[in-house]
């Protein structure tokens, strides 16, 4: 019914930027929270980052003040922008999306195919 496509993954130097986007279509009423997620190897998947439809945003520890999380609701569209980027944000990263089908629905969970980010050192 939904799906989110990622982009913008790569292999980076650290100190360097990229800029992941996610965009939501198929069967989209309205969308409440946008988010990120990161899974590095052997760990779990953790917040990276959140945004309310009116733009609130919530940051993980690690990443505040390097990364930034926004959206454009005209296009369901989800960006995070890295900057100051280090080897431990490694990871592959997930968008994540809470989106409602119709004007009766508390919203359903939809989660993106992941997007690989490298940072070497």
């Known amino acids: 019914q939904v799906q989110l496509v990622e982009s913008g993954g790569g292999l980076v130097q650290a100190g360097g930027s990229l800029r992941l986007s996610c965009a939501a279509s198929?069967?989209?009423?309205?969308?409440?929270?946008m988010g990120w997620y990161r899974q590095a190897p052997g760990k779990q998947r953790e917040l990276v980052a959140t945004?309310?439809?009116?733009?609130?945003?919530k940051y993980a520890y690690p990443v505040k003040g390097r990364f930034t999380i926004s959206r454009d609701n005209a296009k369901n569209t989800v960006y995070l922008q890295m900057n100051s980027l280090k080897p431990e944000d490694t990871a592959v990263y997930y968008c994540?999306?809470?989106?409602?089908?119709?004007?009766?629905?508390?919203?359903?969970?939809?989660w993106g195919q992941g997007t690989e980010v490298t940072v070497s050192s």
């Open positions: 198929g069967n989209i009423f309205s969308i409440n929270a």
């Open positions: 945004i309310t439809s009116g733009g609130r945003t």
């Open positions: 994540n999306a809470d989106i409602q089908h119709s004007a009766y629905d508390f919203g359903n969970d939809y």
